[in-house]
T-cell receptor, first 115, second 116 residues
Framework: DTGVSQDPRHKITKRGQNVTFRCDPISEHNRLYWYRQTLGQGPEFLTY????????KSRLLSDRFSAERPKGSFSTLEIQRTEQGDSAMYLC?????????????FGPGTRLTVL | AQSVTQLDSQVPVFEEAPVELRCNYS??????LFWYVQYPNQGLQLLLKYLSGSTLVKGINGFEAEFNKSQTSFHLRKPSVHISDTAEYFCAVSDRYGGATNKLIFGTGTLLAVQP
């Protein structure tokens, strides 16, 4: 069991550019979550997948954000036309539905800096 | 709506001293409770969780927490801290009957700064 992995670990981009992050959950985990963590704050929920279905999106997730999990395994989070306010750590977590109330295991995160 | 309050943004403590990190929550429904630790530039690691049963929960690295329903608290304790415990600690809740999502609601975190 290799844990949740995220790629890249760091991304620096210029305002207005598009960026895409990838998350590989723990194998056989059918639930996948994205959170965003800004400096000095706790993580905030963005969106959630069960298998390939995106079942909930936070209102934090503006229309510039899109997430996919096409085959129910890895997931991507894309941000279009990045803004400086998008600078944050983007965390991915995975869990097994119904197993110990879906205890979530987190990846190392992708730190985005928008210049 | 649920919320989590961690009143102490930073807790300085000397090595080998005991420590308590406070967490209070607000919820109109029954909740599950979690403590996560975050080391610099890393993701979150689960320390311990309260699901049901005994209100005293033991976790990794010698940490424990006690669920107090009447006080709506879930304080984290360790009898003797080490330098390596220096990190950010987050308390989180999820709705016990949250349907499909079980998303976590986090507090703002407490920085535990262990000094020699």
């Amino acid at each position: 069991d290799t844990g949740v992995s995220q790629d890249p670990r760091h991304k620096i981009t210029k305002r207005g550019q598009n960026v895409t992050f990838r998350c590989d959950p723990i194998s056989e985990h059918n639930r996948l979550y994205w959170y965003r963590q800004t400096l000095g704050q706790g993580p905030e929920f963005l969106t959630y997948f069960q298998n390939e279905a995106q079942l909930e999106k936070s209102r934090l997730l503006s229309d510039r954000f899109s997430a996919e999990r096409p085959k129910g395994s890895f997931s991507t989070l894309e941000i279009q036309r990045t803004e400086q306010g998008d600078s944050a750590m983007y965390l991915c977590a995975s869990s097994i539905a119904g197993h110990q109330t879906d205890t979530q295991y987190f990846g190392p995160g992708t730190r985005l800096t928008v210049l | 709506a649920q919320s989590v309050t961690q009143l102490d943004s930073q807790v300085p403590v000397f090595e080998e001293a005991p420590v308590e990190l406070r967490c209070n929550y607000s919820s109109s429904v029954s909740v599950y409770l979690f403590w996560y630790v975050q080391y610099p530039n890393q993701g979150l690691q689960l320390l311990l969780k309260y699901l049901s049963g005994s209100t005293l929960v033991k976790g990794i690295n010698g940490f424990e927490a006690e669920f107090n329903k009447s006080q709506t608290s879930f304080h984290l304790r360790k009898p003797s801290v080490h330098i390596s415990d220096t990190a950010e600690y987050f308390c989180a809740v999820s709705d016990r009957y949250g349907g499909a999502t079980n998303k976590l609601i986090f507090g703002t975190g407490t920085l535990l700064a262990v000094q020699p």
